[in-house]
């Protein structure tokens, strides 16, 4: 027997009785991003390794570790994308899309990192990245964050909570890593050997750390909020402000630093206590210096990443359901006339029912069969055929869902009666 070939290990399946909660993610996020006046691009899978290099930071763990990386043919390092903003700021200068504009825009797609798998992180993995370029803030911080609060009421999502930090300017960053630094080595021997390299590269990451015998060490540490600059602080206090304006719950965390380099200033999570250890649903920041960073006009961004295989967990606890049903109207057929007839019916009510969902029995099968079959397509309404129906030019219309009892109609007929079906079965 041949052995079977498996999955990649970290790279799931999405089947079909699972995938209802990831269409009402995607259509909640696709309306609400609409409705804020948000636009879809599409951006490559693959970028030059350098992109990432230079945008996230050679000493962050996703370039160290976790990128998938590869030479192709023509001896050039490309990396499958690890996150979506730097494949977005990159499009936008080698399309020439800056020069002054304002874009707000989003995209989804997979991201792939070689991390441990675990529950809620994977090595493939799906988000939805929003992106807003061009304002300086803090009103679109408000915003953006906003917008996710009224996604996580449209969805019925409850069990989240919102941190939020400043990180300043790069040079107020600069002064306060000087200080978390002389800290940090002040205390080198009960560093563990991740700190301890990030301690020479990216030490901010340290606070990051989530090494349970790390949390002493860490609380102890210089804030970062003690050491902003006036403007940021200023914006930081606005952004704070008009969130409590808004009813939307927060908590600023000082050790909230987020794994990327680009970030400056405002920084922000959507936490959940859900899903055990993997508990950012939505993360995002500013990221004022990274368009400048890879080559383009300085240019003030902001923008967030949601998780879609975290949502999709909050959602099934929430009670989402487990599959959609893949018909409205279900033709049972019976006879060999019929059977052929029925093809051409179907594609008939297709023509006269566009937004209808028409499913043909196909692959025979007695009257108990197909009705079992239409009963698991999720069908609210049966068109019966057979051969006596269709000597007398009609079929039969039997509500699924509710008893209101079988009729027939002719078949020139046959589309307005599965409306006053469907519509009367929508009403019951």
């Given amino acids: 027997m041949t052995e079977q070939i498996q999955p990649v290990r970290g790279m799931n399946d999405v089947l079909p009785a699972e995938i209802a909660a990831w269409h009402i993610i995607e259509t909640a996020a696709r309306e609400v991003l609409t409705a804020y006046g948000y636009q879809e691009m599409r951006v490559p899978l693959v970028e030059r390794t350098e992109l990432f290099q230079r945008a996230i930071g050679e000493y962050t763990d996703v370039v160290e570790k976790e990128m998938y990386t590869f030479v192709d043919q023509g001896g ?25 504009q304002r874009h707000k825009l989003w995209c989804t797609g997979p991201m792939f990192r070689h991390e441990r798998p675990q529950k809620g992180r994977y090595r493939q993995f799906h988000q939805v990245s929003v992106e807003a370029v061009g304002f300086p803030g803090p009103d679109i911080d408000i915003e953006l964050i906003a917008l996710t609060a009224r996604l996580w009421k449209r969805l019925g999502i409850e069990r989240v909570r919102l941190e939020i930090n400043s990180l300043g300017t790069p040079e107020s960053r600069r002064a306060y890593r000087e200080k978390l630094v002389e800290y940090l080595r002040a205390h080198h021997d009960e560093l563990d050997a991740d700190s301890r390299r990030r301690l020479e590269g990216n030490p901010l990451r340290v606070l990051d750390s989530k090494n349970p015998d790390m949390r002493a060490l860490i609380e102890a540490a210089p804030v970062l909020t003690d050491h902003l600059d006036g403007e940021s ?18 908590r600023v965390n ?51 990443a949601m998780g879609i295989e975290r949502l999709v967990a909050l959602l099934t606890q929430a009670g989402a359901p487990a599959a959609e049903p893949t018909a409205d109207v279900y033709i049972v057929v019976s006879g060999e006339r019929a059977s052929a007839y029925g093809l051409q019916l179907a594609e008939r009510l297709r023509d006269a029912l566009p937004e209808r969902r028409v499913e043909l029995n196909l692959g025979g099968g007695n009257f108990k069969t197909q009705f079992r079959r239409a009963d698991r397509s999720g069908a609210a309404v049966a068109v019966i055929l057979g051969e006596d129906e269709l000597a007398r030019g009609v079929a039969a219309v039997k509500p699924l869902r509710h008893d209101a009892g079988q009729s027939e109609s002719p078949l020139p007929d046959l589309a307005a009666a599965i409306q006053t079906a469907l519509a009367t079965a929508v009403h019951t």
Avoid: K
């Fill in 254 to 304: 000082p050790r909230l630093v987020r794994g990327l380099d680009y970030y400056s200033r405002t920084v922000f999570e959507w936490i959940t206590d859900a899903l055990g250890a993997q508990d950012a649903v939505c993360s995002g920041g500013r990221y004022d210096g990274l368009i400048g960073q890879l080559g383009g006009e300085s240019t003030p961004g902001i923008g967030f």
């Fill in 76 to 100: 050039e390092s490309l990396t499958l994308r690890p996150e979506g903003t730097a494949g977005v700021m990159r499009a936008l200068i080698s399309n020439g899309m800056l020069r002054g």
């Fill in 233 to 250: 602080r200023e914006h930081f206090q606005g952004l704070c402000a008009a969130l409590e304006a808004l009813g939307i719950p927060f």
